[in-house]
């Protein structure tokens, strides 16, 4: 499963033997984690980033904030949306914190066939105080697990690419001088200094952590881009759902869905497409509600949304009529593990 949250992290911590640790070492340094991820596939040479610089006293005091910076092979290559955020951090004086953060578009492996998450890892560098270096590393899939985060042992995937992991934090740690932190335990899993422990002996911290968790976390980052309204349909149903398949550019970004006897409807973001499955997400659920305001019951609304004039910005539908599923955590799990 892909989670929006992560299941697990690493941190490195290094500290500077003499002078001041520059903006330069900070973006390299996350570079070449990224790059030691790619020797595994467990990124690909695309992906976005961002640099954030705030006052050393005033950590509201932000000072440089770039975002959305695409990568490319050579991320810093000159003249790269990366080197002239550099440039502009390096031409800055006095004291200050910085951060950079590269999301890493990846592969896993189930059953001989990779699959792509658009953010399988990120990478995460802090300067503090000019002279301590904190790198972390973090994943957003289960695929590393002896079981995934629904409770289902998955001996083969674990097999596939646990060592992929493995090898990666290995040849990460080399590079940086010393062994990561693993992170706390987590609703998901328990990190390990060479990847997760098993918890097969004593079972996960809680009973299907993705079904528990990921639900509302997904509910809050779609919620977080439209306003609130009342003026809505019910977001959960135990009933059969029917729904449509939103696509652009050939990729599936997302599910629109309606319960077949009750009052929901809803948006399932494809959480391995990343945040434009939550940006299109927002939209459809914008257009729920002019449904709902027009006194549409949700499988009505379906077929008026699918009836609709097309909206490239939000993806298109692409099936004649609705498919259905059994139930709405069926197609949550569809739009979470692929």
């Known amino acids: 499963m892909i989670t929006s949250n992560p299941v697990g992290d690493w941190t490195w911590e290094l500290t500077a033997d003499s002078g001041e640790i520059r903006p330069v070492r900070a973006v390299q340094t996350a570079v070449t984690v990224w790059n030691e991820l790619a020797k595994g596939s467990l990124a690909v040479p695309e992906g976005k980033a961002g640099i954030l610089v705030r006052g050393g006293a005033k950590l509201r005091d932000v000072r440089l904030d770039a975002s959305g910076l695409r990568l490319g092979p050579d991320p810093l290559a000159p003249g790269s949306d990366l080197a002239q955020a550099v440039a502009q951090a390096e031409a800055l004086d006095g004291d200050f914190v910085l951060t950079i953060r590269i999301e890493c578009p990846g592969y896993w492996l189930e059953s001989g066939v990779r699959h792509r998450a658009e953010k399988l890892f990120s990478i995460q560098v802090e300067v503090w105080d000019g002279n301590e270096l904190v790198v972390t590393l973090k994943t957003y899939s289960d695929a590393w697990l002896t079981m995934d985060t629904r409770d289902r042992e998955q001996p083969e995937v674990y097999a596939a690419n646990a060592p992929r992991l493995a090898a990666a934090l290995e040849s990460i740690s080399a590079l940086l001088g010393g062994a990561p932190i693993p992170g706390d335990e987590n609703p998901h899993a328990a990190p390990s200094a ?93 257009r729920l509600r002019q449904a709902y305001t027009q006194g549409l019951s949700p499988l009505a609304a379906l077929d008026w949304l699918a009836q609709g004039p097309p909206r490239s910005e939000l993806g298109l539908i692409t099936e004649n009529g609705p498919r259905e599923a059994e139930s709405l955590d069926a197609l949550e799990e569809l739009s979470g593990r692929y």
Request: proline share 4%; aromatic share 14%; no cysteine.
């Open 194 to 286: 060479t990847g997760f422990k098993d918890l097969r002996s004593e079972g996960p911290a809680y009973v299907d952590s993705w079904g528990t968790f990921e639900g509302l976390n997904r509910a809050s980052l779609l919620s977080a881009r439209i306003p609130r309204s009342e003026d809505e349909y019910e977001s959960y149903t135990e009933n059969p759902v029917r729904y449509f398949t939103v696509q652009r550019e050939g990729r599936t970004l997302g599910f629109v869905w309606a319960s077949v006897d009750d009052a929901a409807a809803g948006y399932a973001p494809r959480t391995a497409v990343g945040d434009e499955a939550f940006e299109v997400g927002a939209g459809w659920l914008l």
